[in-house]
């Protein structure tokens, strides 16, 4: 059974920084994709950044630069570093997770998902 679980969210002044990581476990698959997505209230579930099991990443163009997405592939780790943060970052972040190296900020290709972690920013 796969499961995500993420971890890193909190509270934040405008400018700062955090790690947000996802924990995956029970897979057998031998290439896999991993996203990153983030929703608020009334509003849809929306891409931020993913990454496949060869590296290849994509972000979505709001973070691009700002955010940078890796993976641990000996701990079955990803990674989402936030940088620069404003408060239009607020939002439930979620990771995703499906088989194939086809990294995509599409949720509807994703269908494994974590709880969440909840970041928010402001002053």
């Known amino acids: 059974q796969v499961k995500l679980v993420e971890s890193g969210g909190a509270s934040v002044q405008p400018g700062g920084s955090l790690r947000l990581s996802c924990a995956t476990s029970?897979?057998?698959?031998?290439?896999?994709?991993v996203g990153w997505f983030r929703q608020t209230p009334g509003k849809e579930r929306e891409g931020v950044a993913a990454i496949d099991s060869t590296d290849d990443t994509i972000y979505a163009v709001s973070v691009e630069g700002r955010f940078t997405i890796s993976r641990d592939n000996a701990k079955n780790n990803v990674y989402l570093e936030l940088n620069s943060l404003k408060p239009d970052d607020t939002a439930m972040y979620y990771c995703a997770m499906d088989e194939g190296d086809l990294p995509t900020l599409r949720a509807d290709e994703y269908s494994h998902w974590g709880q969440g972690t909840q970041v928010t920013v402001s002053s």
């Open positions: 029970g897979f057998t698959w031998s290439t896999y994709s």
